[in-house]
């Protein structure tokens, strides 16, 4: 089973300042993908971020950048230059490969999520 | 715009009775998965659909089910509501294949049982 831990309830930071959003995940397959999601007021839930076990490098796009740490099993989210739309939940959320076990269900799975206020 | 379309945005219903909610997935999407987000629960996986047929279920109740028809887009049938069904439902689809990465999510009902 897989399991994604994310021990930030709520983070606050500056206007234009930098913040980290922690994630730890478990699995024991070794084909899987890891993905940050924003949730504002609204509801919807936004893609922000992709990053596969095997990628090389970490994930990056605009202004969020992915910390991937393949040993320590965490894939935490940095948002640089903070802007007050920011302010939002975040979720951290795993896939596996299902064609590990035979199956096809390429569902996700998210952590509790983190709540980000940006300050002015 | 994610092209994942979900209708009603908003429903309130009394305990006991049955709502449907509705999910049209991107154009060239064959599958489809349905999610429960509530206060106590987080974000749960509900039922997947592909092409028309159930693949897998996470934590749904007996009083839910879901579909997929053949145009693709997929209806889950809440029964027998109950007060703690209170939730935010999603629909999400994706294209079928592990290097994809994104799945794409529609705007959400959110249910209110009084």
């Known amino acids: 089973a897989q399991k994604i831990t994310q021990t930030q309830p709520g983070m606050f930071v500056q206007e234009k300042e930098a913040v980290t959003l922690d994630c730890t995940y478990d699995?024991?397959?070794?084909?899987?993908?890891l993905f940050w999601y924003k949730q504002p007021s609204s509801g919807e839930m936004i893609f922000l971020i992709y990053?596969?076990?095997?990628?090389?490098q970490n994930a990056t796009e605009g202004r969020y950048s992915l910390n991937f740490q393949k040993a320590r099993k965490s894939a935490n989210l940095v948002i640089s230059a903070s802007q007050l739309g920011d302010s939002a939940m975040y979720f951290c959320?795993?896939?596996?490969?299902?064609?590990?076990?035979?199956?096809?269900?390429?569902?996700?799975?998210f952590g509790k999520g983190t709540l980000l206020t940006v300050n002015p | 715009d994610s092209g994942v379309t979900q209708t009603p945005k908003h429903l309130i219903t009394a305990t006991g009775q049955r709502v449907t909610l509705r999910c049209s997935p991107r154009?060239?999407?064959?599958?489809v998965y349905w999610y429960q987000q509530s206060l106590d629960q987080g974000l749960q996986f509900l039922i997947q659909?592909?092409?028309?047929?159930?693949?897998a279920k996470g934590n749904i109740l007996e009083r839910f089910s879901a579909q997929q028809f053949p145009d693709l887009h997929s209806e889950l049938n809440l029964s027998s509501l109950e007060l703690g069904d209170s939730a935010l439902y999603f629909c999400?689809?994706?294209?079928?294949?592990?290097?994809?990465?994104?799945?794409?999510f529609g705007q959400g009902t959110r249910l209110t049982v009084v």
């Open positions: 659909y592909y092409n028309g047929e159930e693949r």
């Open positions: 999400a689809s994706s294209v079928e294949a592990f290097g994809q990465p994104e799945a794409f």
């Open positions: 990053q596969g076990s095997y990628d090389q």
């Open positions: 154009s060239g999407d064959l599958s």
């Open positions: 699995t024991s397959d070794p084909s899987y993908g």
């Open positions: 959320a795993m896939r596996v490969d299902p064609s590990n076990s035979g199956g096809s269900n390429y569902k996700l799975t």
